[in-house]
């Protein structure tokens, strides 16, 4: 599909309006979304710092977003590994039990 033929989506963030041509893997809800999230973190930072410059704002909102993208990570890679150590203590007792079952 050439972009000319792809969707467009118009998204407001912190009272600017961005086009974006959407490929056949993106949902626009989504899309929606994202946008709804960065102008809330935007908006979220002028009123802890007052900044007037939409670029600072933008860098700061965007430095945010990344910090709890990262605690996010950290905690399911947390997550994931006491599932896995939890499966592996759980699949030993289970081989004890059949280990007993056998054995009678």
């Not at 000319?4 to 949902?27: C, H, M, W």
């Not at 007052?50 to 700061?60: D, G, K, T, V």
């Not at 993208?69 to 039990?97: F, N």
């Amino acid at each position: 599909m050439a972009e000319s033929d792809a969707a467009r989506l118009i998204v407001t963030i912190y009272g600017k309006n961005y086009t974006f041509a959407l490929t056949p893997e993106q949902r626009a809800e989504h899309i929606q979304e994202v946008a709804q999230l960065v102008d809330e973190q935007m908006r979220r930072v002028y009123q802890e710092h007052h900044l007037q410059s939409p670029l600072q704002l933008a860098i700061l909102a965007g430095l945010n977003l990344v910090e709890e993208l990262h605690k996010l990570r950290d905690d399911y890679q947390d997550a994931e590994s006491e599932i896995a150590q939890r499966t592996s203590r759980l699949a030993a007792s289970l081989g004890r039990v059949f280990q007993g079952v056998g054995s009678t």
